[in-house]
């Protein structure tokens, strides 16, 4: 069984930043490529960042380019989105998801995920 764990939401002031992270376990899950999506309230859930298994691919909504990061040691360890310069309009669920290696990956796809994690509240006050 695999699990998606998120962590590291809370409450941060306009321009300031949080750090989530994002693991994945399970015994046959040895590798995955890794998105980030958010809802807020009353919306869709959107892309934020995604990476590929080997850290050699990232992707970026155009609303979070130069703000955020994605980053990955390597393919066994955790997933970690760094938020700087935060704005309210960042307020929402974060949620982490895992796509199994094969195929071609499309990181903006909701669909090519195959596991996801329950959600870390994002707070950003004015």
């Known amino acids: 069984q695999v699990q998606v764990t998120e962590s590291g939401g809370g409450l941060a002031q306009a321009g300031g930043s949080l750090r989530l992270s994002c693991a994945a376990s399970g015994r046959t899950l040895t590798r995955y490529h890794a998105g980030w999506f958010r809802q807020a309230p009353g919306k869709e859930r959107e892309f934020v960042a995604g990476i590929s298994w080997s850290a050699g691919a990232t992707e970026y909504a155009n609303s979070v380019k130069g703000r955020f990061t994605i980053s990955r040691e390597n393919a066994d360890t955790p997933v970690y989105l760094q938020m700087n310069n935060l704005k309210p309009e960042d307020t929402a669920v974060y949620y982490c998801?895992?796509?199994?290696?094969?195929?071609?990956?499309?990181?903006?796809?909701?669909?090519?995920?195959?596991?996801w994690g329950q959600g870390t509240q994002v707070t950003v006050s004015s």
């Open positions: 998801a895992a796509a199994r290696p094969g195929g071609t990956w499309w990181p903006r796809d909701k669909d090519g995920y195959d596991y």
